[in-house]
């Protein structure tokens, strides 16, 4: 599986907008970003995940580069809540199975 | 709808003891994925199933380690014996058919003394 490079930490103030980095330049024509998140003592949760272009949905945003070797997640106003480890994951496409293979994260702290 | 549902959500045991996880996923999901994390090591894939069936078990760390789907909406995770180095939170998820999306129980925390 391709890999994903994500700072270790990264800090935010409340009510500001985050960009969470990741790079993946070894990532093929079919892999699928995906970001999921981990609050404290909780399992990981879904954020949003994309193919070639950029997707928005309720929780966040997703930038893929043009030559999709690199993707931003924005969170457009962060809160408290949304303190957690993101994980930036690749899945293959071509196989129903959906397995993810989860890095380190960057730890986002949401200050008030 | 429930979500994922995993049982217990925290088992203390002493080693040599036999543990058994478990997980009913989301109804009408046909994958089935468990996981372990830990400080030193974070978030591995253990083992999945598609519909009821083991796919990659190449996660699971060793013989002591079992997982069955009897049928779509069980799965267990059986320690026999359990070591110390197993303590960990153990996750379960799911996903349907064509879905992109992994949905993941709360966990359960386990500490072997």
């Known amino acids: 599986d391709a890999k994903t490079t994500q700072p270790n930490s990264m800090e935010s103030n409340e009510e500001e907008p985050v960009h969470l980095p990741c790079n993946h330049s070894?990532?093929?024509?079919?892999?699928?970003i995906h970001w999921y998140r981990q609050l404290p003592s909780q399992g990981p949760e879904y954020v949003i995940h994309?193919?070639?272009s950029n997707v928005n949905n309720r929780m966040a945003s997703l930038a893929i580069a043009e030559d999709r070797k690199s993707s931003t997640l924005i969170l457009h106003r962060a809160t408290l809540r949304d303190a957690a480890v993101y994980y930036c994951?690749?899945?293959?496409?071509?196989?129903?199975?959906?397995?993810?293979?989860f890095g380190q994260g960057t730890i986002l702290t949401v200050h008030p | 709808d429930a979500g994922v549902i995993q049982s217990p959500r925290h088992e203390v045991t002493e080693m040599g003891q036999e543990v058994t996880l478990r997980c009913k996923p989301i109804?009408?999901?046909?994958?089935l994925f468990w996981y372990r994390q830990t400080m030193m090591r974070g978030l591995e894939l253990l083992i999945y199933?598609?519909?009821?069936?083991?796919?990659?078990d190449s996660g699971m760390p060793e013989d002591r380690f079992s997982a069955k789907m009897p049928n779509a909406s069980f799965s267990t995770l059986k320690i026999q014996p359990s070591e110390p180095r197993d303590s960990a939170v153990y996750f379960c998820?799911?996903?349907?058919?064509?879905?992109?999306?992994?949905?993941f129980g709360p966990g359960t925390r386990l500490l072997v003394l």
């Open positions: 998820a799911s996903r349907g058919q064509a879905q992109e999306t992994q949905y």
């Open positions: 070894t990532i093929s024509g079919t892999d699928y």
């Open positions: 994309g193919l070639t």
């Open positions: 994951i690749l899945r293959r496409g071509g196989t129903s199975y959906g397995k993810l293979t």
């Open positions: 109804s009408g999901h046909n994958s």
């Open positions: 199933f598609n519909n009821n069936v083991p796919i990659d």
